[in-house]
């Protein structure tokens, strides 16, 4: 059964620094790999979704790269604000395309202004 | 605009009672999905339904029961023999087919007395 982990669970960094939130999948046979970022008490907002074709995508600050091969997927944020604070959740669809999605348990972001 | 509604935002329940958690969509989506959330655990699939009609049961579905009589709506009820029914739900919708990018609600928030 496909495992997404992601480490660290909670992750501070002063206003301005760029980071990188990593995911780590044990089964390489994906359809694709979807990021998510959660406020408390909300729901999720999809941030970026990578196809298992791809290796990158980027929307704003975000950049998002997939290696399927090492099972390992990065959400880069560039240039970090207090706005960004949130938790990110990381989603594998396995390679069959079906429905059942296996997440992460996210990790908490805290920027520092 | 289109997208997810869920209601109730929060709910409490008395043990013993069954309730109705709505969710309906406008994005025209032919998927919908159950989530329940709970600290520290990963989403957790409850019910999902590919078209009008037709629904299958996800990895905790004990306890749950759906209905799918039009495409845009997909209620959730919690029953009086689900075990530990404190917790948030989420419901989301994917287009069939295409990327499969999810999309949620703002979830919904039970609580039994």
């Known amino acids: 059964k496909q495992e997404v982990t992601q480490i660290p669970a909670a992750l501070s960094v002063p206003e301005g620094e760029n980071l990188v939130l990593n995911c780590s999948f044990t089964?390489?046979?994906?359809?694709?790999l979807q990021w998510f970022r959660q406020d408390p008490g909300k729901g999720l907002t999809s941030l970026l979704l990578i196809q298992s074709s791809q290796r990158e995508q980027t929307s704003g600050r975000l950049n998002a790269s997939l290696d399927k091969s090492s099972g390992r997927s990065t959400l880069y944020i560039a240039a970090s604000q207090p706005g960004d604070s949130a938790t990110y959740l990381c989603a594998v669809r396995p390679g069959t395309g079906a429905n059942n999605l296996f997440f992460g348990t996210g990790t908490r972001l805290t920027v520092i202004p | 605009d289109g997208g997810i509604t869920q209601s109730p935002k929060y709910l409490f329940r008395k043990e013993g009672q069954n309730v109705t958690l709505s969710c309906e969509q406008n994005?025209?989506?032919?998927?919908m999905y159950w989530y329940r959330q709970d600290p520290g655990q990963g989403l957790r699939l409850i019910y999902y339904?590919?078209?009008?009609?037709?629904?299958q049961k996800g990895d905790i579905a004990e306890g749950y029961s759906v209905s799918r009589e039009k495409k845009e709506s997909f209620p959730l009820t919690v029953t009086s023999a689900q075990k530990n029914p404190t917790a948030f739900y989420l419901c989301?919708?994917?287009?069939?087919?295409?990327?499969?990018?999810?999309?949620f609600g703002e979830g919904s928030r039970l609580t039994v007395l």
């Open positions: 989301a919708s994917a287009r069939q087919g295409g990327t499969g990018e999810l999309f």
């Open positions: 089964d390489s046979a994906i359809y694709n």
């Open positions: 339904s590919q078209i009008v009609n037709d629904f």
């Open positions: 994005l025209n989506h032919d998927a």
